[in-house]
Every structure is written in C-alpha cells, then in structure tokens.
C-alpha cells in the first residue's frame, strides 16, 4: 500500500482532486439548472487546468465548450486530449492542448 501511494503523482493527485471538484460543481449545477451542469464544469475544467490567462485563451475554452454543447466535437475527444496535455507535465499546458485539440478536431473534419 505504501509503495502505491508512493507511486501517485502530483499530477495524477491533481487530476484526480479537478475530477472530483468538478464532478461536485457538477451535480450541484445539476441541481439548479438541469442539464447544463456538464458542460459549465467543462468550462471551469479547461479553463483552470489548462492556466487559461489571456483572452484568446478563455475565447477558445468558450468556443470548444460550445461545440460540444452542440454536438460538433465529442466531449470523450476533448476530455482526452486534455488528460493528454496535463500528462505532459508542462508548467503552462494551453498551448499544448490547443495545438492537439486542433489537430484532433481537423482529422474528424470540424474546424476549430
């Protein structure tokens, strides 16, 4: 058991904390408006995960959290590439996931 919890990772630790946060945000969002609770706590998700700072940065999470709201990009996609990025171990992973998460989306034919 020692050697396990030796094993975790911060960012695996991490991960696992945003996970957790999010899925609370998310049934308590659920609570008041059914249904958007998913994709609001994507939102926060990348926004928070990925150090969104500049503008253009906070304009991509909004755009790609609405293409998934309407069914343009899969949320499976989206939610891989960035588990991806924060494996990567990267102090500021935004440019990473951006430059993946297009390249992801281009090969399924939606332009991001």
Known sequence: MRHLI??????AFFL?????V???VAGSRAEESPGVGSVVSMED???KGLKA????EFEFVDEVVAMVHAGRL????VDSTFLWALQRQQ???FPLIERAL????????VEL
């Open 102 to 109: 297009r390249l992801q989306a281009n090969r399924i034919g």
């Open 22 to 24: 999010g899925l609370s």
């Open 53 to 56: 700072r500049q503008p253009h």
């Open 6 to 11: 030796q094993t975790v990772t911060r960012e």
């Open 16 to 20: 696992s904390c945003l996970v957790g």
């Open 91 to 93: 102090r500021y992973p």
């Open 45 to 47: 998700r990348l926004a």
């Open 74 to 77: 899969p949320a499976k996609l």
